[in-house]
């Protein structure tokens, strides 16, 4: 089991998401968080005061899977979120210790689904 972690453009959500269905994985969590990586931010004047802006807004997916699903999760983040330009994010893949659903206590394979 795997937890794959990406940090993605927020208009760039829908086509992940569109990307993500049509290999078949739908089950996500998404969050909006602010970050910043090698396109640094950007100066922006407001009111005539000049500020540095070098948090930018991203989406957060969190999408749990079996072991078979890591690659195709992968390539179709990839699909969706890539612009070819500096901040389409990043990917994150980490062991998945144990998962457990609540609503039946099944764990494991059988939990993530």
Known sequence: MKLIIAYIKPERLNDVKQSLFEADIKKMSV????????????????????????????????????????????????????TGSIGDGKIFVTNLERCVRIRTEEEGKEAIG
Not at 34 to 56: F, K, S
């Open 31 to 82: 969050t909006n968080s602010l970050g910043c990586g090698q396109q640094g931010g950007y100066h922006e004047t407001y009111r005539g005061v000049g500020m540095e802006v070098n948090l930018l807004k991203k989406v957060r997916l969190e999408i749990a899977v079996n072991e078979e699903f890591v690659d195709m999760t992968i390539k179709a983040i990839i699909s969706g979120a890539k």
